[in-house]
């Protein structure tokens, strides 16, 4: 019988690590991925991770927000649906979003990075728009990187 329930730790662990070999993920994620696992076995293989720092909610939070910027920068709200589908605790999400001027930061950024001074105003915002950034905050920078609608 320890030998069955061994079996099914290392199988169960085996499939975690694969999970997280691509990159960090949510504690939500690895347990979804083994819930064809007794409960009890994931349990055993979630607090394994956890102990040797193969698991951190943290760092899975920080690493998606990283992903998300520069040129491939979203808006807090875009961030903040991204990281609920995913499973990241609340709190968390909290914690690691950026705050209004970090989020201004990145589109200024993107904006910069992807577009002309004298791109077409319209194309610009949409693309802006398309990432998840606020309306009031494209219009803005748009205004002062294109200058204001005639």
């Known amino acids: 019988m320890r030998s069955i329930m061994q079996d099914e730790f290392k199988c169960a662990l085996e499939k975690a690590l694969k999970k997280l070999q691509a990159s960090d993920r949510f504690e ?53 649906t991204e990281l609920e589908k995913r499973g990241a605790p609340s709190a968390l999400i909290e914690q690691v979003l950026p705050n209004s001027e970090e989020e201004r930061a990145q589109l200024r950024e993107l904006l910069r990075a992807k577009f002309p001074p004298t791109a077409d105003r319209a194309k610009a915002g949409r693309f802006l728009f398309s990432r998840g950034f606020a309306e009031d905050d494209i219009e803005s920078e748009l205004d002062s990187y294109l200058g204001d609608v005639a």
């Not at 939500?28 to 055993?44: G, I, K, N």
């Not at 760092?59 to 927000?65: F, G, I, N, S």
């Open 28 to 80: 939500s994620e690895v347990r979804a991925c083994l819930a064809s696992f007794e409960p009890q076995t994931v349990d055993e293989v979630v607090a394994y991770l956890t102990k040797h720092r193969l698991l951190s909610n943290p760092r899975a939070a920080e690493q998606a927000v990283i992903s998300r910027s520069g040129k491939k920068a979203v808006g807090r709200e875009r961030l903040l």
